[in-house]
């Protein structure tokens, strides 16, 4: 296996006697697009501060190929080759487009240098270069301030790139940005992820699924679990953290509701008849007060991941009794409400995927049509 390119081990990093990094070990290996995520207080941000040398650790030590990072000025570390992007766009709102990369590339970093000067054919084709990277080449010699923001931050990334690190640190690039510039700024990264190891800081879980390779969850300033984005979310510990209080069911549940939330929200509206069958099933565990259930419903917005596919999820179920599970779950939560044609697509598409034998569908399916089924959640969700 190859050298890490980044070692964290056993840091700490206090102040005044409060712990924002607790003892953190962290490792990943070249050309890795790694997302780190945490409430607000994890430790994230000063997890980027010890890798630039802004701050330095109390106890620890952080390795860059190697190399000990520890009491190297930040300018140091960033000729190394660490590059940071910030939250907020930091380009040049005068400069045109063209001139904040000619400055990103120019090795003299003099802005007078580079705005008399004509630009070294080198650097002219990695500007060339840069610009449709960034997909900005349309933009070239529009002024910056004239973009949007999501364009500022594609700009950012590009100025970032021009200085050839071999680690990208990139935070919370979409925090603003509309689900279209979101995305834009997300096939970026997992472009540039072809040739640079990449560490995103954010915080919209809708862009971490689309970028996710792997992700590491921070918590009160230490590690609290890795895994893939399927993995981490399905795990009761990144549940609690997030939720401030531990789920009352298993992850194989969360994903039998998963899976039925997603067939709920197929034609991108979830009917009240179709929300209440599921807070009937979850009444006995979670809401046996009717009161309660308006909290229950903004609890299953942040259990219930209504993005995740069919595809993703079902292979995940481990036996037949658990596709049994959700197949009746499913097939009562699209009868609850006449059933339309983008949730019959979608109900084929799940039938297909559980690949359970005809008779099995035909008598569920039967046994609902005809009222038979009172189920309560322990009958659902009873997958021991």
Known sequence: MPQPILEIDHLTVSFDGFKALNNLTFAMQPGE?????????????TF???????VQPTSGSVRFKGRDLRK??????????????????RVYLNLTVRENLDLACNRNKNVLATLFRKPEKRDRATVVQLLETISLASKADLPANLLSHGEKQRLEIGMLVAQSPELLLVDEPVAGLTDEETERVGDLLISLAQSHSIIVIEHDMEFVRQIARQVTVLHQGSVLCEGSMDEIQDDPRVIEVYLGQAPTISPSQLRILRIAAAMAWADGYFAPEQLQVILTRLSRKFAPDPTQQDDLRQELQNYLSTETSLETLIPQLENEQEKEQVLKLCYEIIRANTINEQESVVYQ????????????????????????????????????
């Open 349 to 384: 598409k799940l039938l297909e995927l559980l690949n359970l034998p005809d008779g099995v569908v035909s008598q569920t399916e039967e046994s609902i049509n005809l009222g038979m089924t009172n189920g309560t959640l322990d009958d659902y969700l009873n997958v021991s």
């Open 72 to 89: 190297l000025p930040e300018h140091t570390i960033s000729r190394l080759g660490v590059g940071r992007k910030f939250q907020t766009p």
């Open 33 to 45: 697009l790694r997302v780190i995520i945490g409430p607000n207080g994890a430790g994230k941000t």
């Open 48 to 54: 980027l501060d010890i890798i630039t040398g802004k």
